[in-house]
């Protein structure tokens, strides 16, 4: 049974930068997408960004892309979201959870992890 736990939330002023990982445990990464998503409180949960399993291929919401990085490493069975330039809008549970290929939609991901807050103040 895979199993993901997300780390590295916390507070940070506007403008600051923050990385979150995504750690794998019961599997491998090697076969699977990895996507972020994110909700604020009283919001649905949005699309952040996801990457293929050779780490080659990238997608990103319009609203972090050229801010927000994703990267991974099969070796460490980790995800990186490295989130720069960040602002009170980007206040939210970060979750990462795995699919089968590019998809924005979070009902075609699984294996959710618990998140990690990232709250951003002005």
């Known amino acids: 049974q895979v199993r993901l736990v997300e780390s590295g939330g916390g507070l940070v002023q506007a403008g600051g930068s923050l990385r979150l990982s995504c750690a794998v445990s019961?599997?491998?990464?090697?076969?699977?997408?990895i996507g972020w998503f994110r909700q604020g409180l009283g919001k649905e949960r949005e699309f952040v960004a996801t990457?293929?399993?050779?780490?080659?291929?990238?997608y990103y919401s319009d609203s972090v892309k050229g801010r927000f990085t994703i990267s991974r490493d099969n070796d460490k069975n980790t995800v990186y979201l490295q989130m720069n330039g960040l602002k009170p809008e980007d206040t939210a549970l970060y979750s990462c959870?795995?699919?089968?290929?590019?998809?924005?939609?979070?009902?075609?991901?699984?294996?959710w992890g618990q998140g990690t807050q990232v709250t951003v103040s002005s």
């Open positions: 959870a795995t699919s089968r290929e590019y998809y924005t939609a979070y009902t075609q991901y699984k294996n």
């Open positions: 019961g599997g491998t990464l090697d076969n699977y997408f």
């Open positions: 990457i293929s399993w050779s780490g080659r291929g990238t």
